[in-house]
């Protein structure tokens, strides 16, 4: 596929430069960099289609016959993707889940 597009004199200096550094030509670098966007683009829509899904599947509202959508293989390796995905995640001090800091709003406790 051929393309054409117009580029201010600037961007042309500065792909110029950016090819050079990579050892390119000018098509080579908008190829890759064109190529780079575009599976950028296919992991966010991955990505946001997983949350979907677990919102989906997560969500309050649902139905208990809706709930039987996935087999228990399929809820497994959701479950095991939600457990990766939060690898990243800080861990949170042992005091931020304590009793007192949970119930921290309330003036008295009914017994």
Same mark, same amino acid.
């Given at each position: 596929?051929?393309?054409?597009? !117009? #580029?201010?004199?600037?961007? !042309?200096?500065?792909?110029?430069?950016?090819? %050079?550094?990579?050892?390119? *030509?000018?098509?080579e670098?908008? /190829? %890759?960099?064109?190529?780079?966007? &575009?599976?950028?683009?296919?992991? =966010?829509?991955?990505?946001? !289609? =997983?949350?979907?899904?677990?919102?989906d599947? &997560?969500?309050? $509202?649902?139905?208990?016959?809706?709930a039987?959508? +996935? $087999? /228990?293989a399929?809820?497994?390796? &959701?479950?095991?993707e +939600? %457990?990766?995905?939060?690898? *990243?995640?800080?861990? +949170?001090?042992?005091?931020? *889940? $304590?009793?007192?800091?949970?119930?921290?709003? =309330?003036?008295?406790? #009914?017994?």
């Amino acid at each position: 596929m051929t393309v054409t597009i !117009e #580029l201010p004199p600037e961007v !042309e200096v500065q792909l110029h430069r950016a090819a %050079a550094r990579q050892h390119q *030509n000018p098509v080579e670098f908008v /190829t %890759a960099a064109v190529a780079e966007k &575009l599976r950028e683009e296919e992991s =966010r829509i991955e990505q946001q !289609e =997983r949350k979907d899904v677990v919102h989906d599947r &997560l969500s309050p $509202s649902r139905q208990p016959e809706e709930a039987a959508g +996935l $087999s /228990t293989a399929e809820d497994e390796r &959701l479950l095991d993707e +939600l %457990a990766a995905n939060g690898k *990243n995640l800080p861990v +949170l001090p042992p005091e931020a *889940n $304590s009793r007192e800091r949970i119930y921290a709003d =309330r003036d008295e406790c #009914l017994i």
